[in-house]
């Protein structure tokens, strides 16, 4: 599964204070830690008036940078602070996002289209104009309108992750079912696709949220899901992503699983 590390994100308070206060050590323990447990990319989030917000990704990428060579994930709202910030990365990584909103789209992939921009990847929301639609259908008539956008400028379906919208869990009216049948149909049309979520947001609002998250992201991955935004250092949800990778018949013999317990990135803590 790809592991989009969560945990380098001005939202959260003790982030949002190592950014105030330039504390780059802060950022850089937070890389590293993410980067020993695997994670695939990790995310940069400045969350700050996009006024400053270009300097400080480029100043968080360099923290990153200094202490892992993991790919970094840009993450910010606008794609025009996305179309400069990339730009400090050393080395390929993953826009965070776009959408069928207004000009991203055509704000990103013009980018991605460029020869030296082969290996970029992109998170992509099934989202436009009107909101987040509240059904699959409408969802897909979105994803149908990105691949569209794809192909026109020559994005291949494995450089771009599908976030299917997934809300709170305590507020849906049919609980997941809505990003079951996008997954289900998302995976059936584009096989190398990637699909990915936040995955903590299923449970906003609710008590043990850990339960609702582990639940999902099982139950999510065997529809289709390979790629999530989550806590990398999280060694329970870790786990259970290599578990159910090996109960899908994703892990021969059970290698990757054994290994990441031989590693000591699941189970107890060896001592």
Avoid at 79 to 103: H, I, M, Q, W
Avoid at 157 to 174: G, K, N, Q, W, Y
Avoid at 220 to 249: F, K, Q, V
Wanted: overall charge negative.
């Amino acid at each position: 599964m790809i592991i989009i590390g969560e945990k380098i994100n001005g939202s959260i308070p003790s982030v949002a204070e190592a950014i105030a206060n330039r504390d780059a050590q802060a950022i850089k323990d937070r890389a590293i830690k993410q980067a020993e447990a695997n994670a695939t990319f990790i995310d940069c989030c400045a969350s700050v008036p996009e006024e400053i917000e270009v300097e400080t990704l480029k100043w968080m990428i360099g923290c990153i940078e200094e202490v892992t060579d993991v790919p970094i994930s840009v993450d910010s709202p606008s794609t025009d602070v996305l179309a400069e910030a990339y730009k400090f990365c050393s080395r390929p990584g993953l826009f965070n996002s776009v959408s069928g909103e207004g000009n991203k789209i055509d704000t990103i992939f013009p980018i991605m289209a460029q020869p030296e921009n082969k290996a970029w990847e992109v998170i992509a929301l099934l989202s436009d104009d009107t909101g987040i639609p509240k059904n699959a259908a409408d969802r897909l008539k979105v994803f149908d309108k990105i691949m569209a956008k794809a192909k026109e400028y020559n994005i291949d379906p494995s450089r771009i992750h599908i976030d299917p919208l997934v809300e709170m869990l305590c507020t849906s009216e049919d609980g997941i079912a809505t990003n079951v049948e996008v997954i289900k149909t998302v995976r059936e049309k584009y096989p190398t696709i990637h699909i990915t979520a936040a995955i903590s947001n299923i449970s906003f609002n609710l008590p043990v949220r850990k339960l609702v998250n582990s639940g999902f992201m099982v139950l999510a991955m065997n529809y289709g899901l390979d790629s999530g935004i989550l806590d990398p250092t999280n060694r329970d949800m870790l786990g259970l992503i290599y578990a159910t990778e090996a109960l899908l018949g994703m892990d021969d013999y059970c290698m990757e699983y054994i290994g990441a317990y031989r590693d000591g990135l699941i189970g107890p803590i060896k001592k």
